[in-house]
Each structure stands twice: as C-alpha cells, then as structure tokens.
C-alpha cells in the first residue's frame, strides 16, 4: 500500500558527494522505520542506515563517519546525505520504510562511484 518512489542516484567520482531521497506515497500509515540498504555486485544486500521517526539512528561502519542519513516526516521523506564517496560505496541502493502495517522497498537506484 505504501509505494517508495527514489531519486539520487547517478555516477560521481571518488570524494565526490550524492543525496538520495526516497519519498512514500502513502501518508496514513506511520512510518516507523526508513533507510537504506545496498547491494554490491557479487556481495550480499546489506544495511546502510536506518532512522526511527523519533531519530535513533543506525549505520553501517563502513559508511559510519561519512553518510548521514535524514527523514521530513511531514512529508515522508528519507535522505542519504553520501559525503567522501569511494568506489566502495558503489553498489543499487535500495530504499526500506517500515510502517505499522509492513515493510516496503523501493525499486533501487544505482550508485556509481568512478573516476
């Protein structure tokens, strides 16, 4: 019921910074939990940050000291602010809200860092 709609994504060389948002449709439902996970080629899916709607976070250490993840409630919105980019971080970054009902991800949008 609730559909993740993502923007962001796109290629930037290393040092280089990327916001993605991802922005649920539905406003009826509390979103409990929304984040981000990744998926690597050749490597599993994994956890990148997550925010509670009252602000505990929870990141990854790889991207600890230099991703900053952020929500608008009013407007059902979460950011990744990727700061410090490396080719690490490449990978489809998927979009993960949990409302009150269920668990929704988004469709994926591709990070690529590269010189």
């Known amino acids: 019921q609730v559909q993740l709609v993502e923007s962001g994504g796109g290629l930037v060389q290393p040092g280089g910074s990327l916001r993605l948002s991802c922005a649920a449709s539905r406003t009826a439902f509390s979103l409990n939990v929304m984040g981000w996970y990744r998926q690597a080629p050749g490597k599993e899916r994994e956890l990148v940050a997550t925010r509670t709607k009252y602000g505990d976070t929870n990141y990854a250490d790889s991207v600890k000291a230099r991703f900053t993840i952020s929500r608008d409630n009013a407007k059902n919105t979460v950011y990744l602010q990727m700061d410090s980019l490396k080719p690490e971080d490449t990978a489809v970054y998927y979009c993960?809200?949990?409302?009150?009902?269920?668990?929704?991800w988004g469709q994926g949008t591709q990070v690529t860092v590269s010189s």
């Open positions: 993960y809200v949990l409302s009150n009902v269920r668990a929704y």
